[in-house]
């Protein structure tokens, strides 16, 4: 059984940073891209950042390239995104997911509760 559990979400101020956690278990993971997906009330969900799990290798959308990190620590099975440089638009549930596929258009398997990130003007 897929189980992704989100933490390290907030209130920050604008241009501050956060560093959101999303412990994996119940299946490998080394065949899986893993990624982070947000939906802030009335928007359409959207794929922000993945990685290979089995080579580190990144993908960024285009909203959070060069702001935000991805990176997974793969001993204790965790998936992290460092936010920096945080705008008030970045406001949205967060949630990690397994990662079908990424690009232009974005298709997800599982995903956790989510965490909530606020950003403050």
């Known amino acids: 059984q897929v189980r992704l559990a989100e933490s390290g979400g907030g209130l920050v101020q604008s241009g501050g940073s956060l560093r959101l956690s999303c412990v994996a278990s119940g299946f490998s993971l080394e065949y899986w891209a893993i990624g982070w997906f947000r939906q802030a009330p009335g928007k359409e969900r959207e794929g922000l950042s993945c990685?290979?799990?089995?080579?580190?290798?990144?993908y960024y959308g285009d909203s959070v390239k060069g702001r935000f990190t991805i990176s997974r620590d793969k001993a204790k099975n965790t998936l992290y995104l460092q936010m920096d440089s945080l705008k008030p638009e970045d406001t949205a549930v967060y949630y990690c997911a397994t990662v079908l596929k990424y690009g232009s258009s974005w298709s997800f398997g599982s995903w956790g509760q989510g965490t909530q990130v606020t950003v403050s003007a």
């Open positions: 990685i290979s799990w089995r080579d580190g290798e990144p």
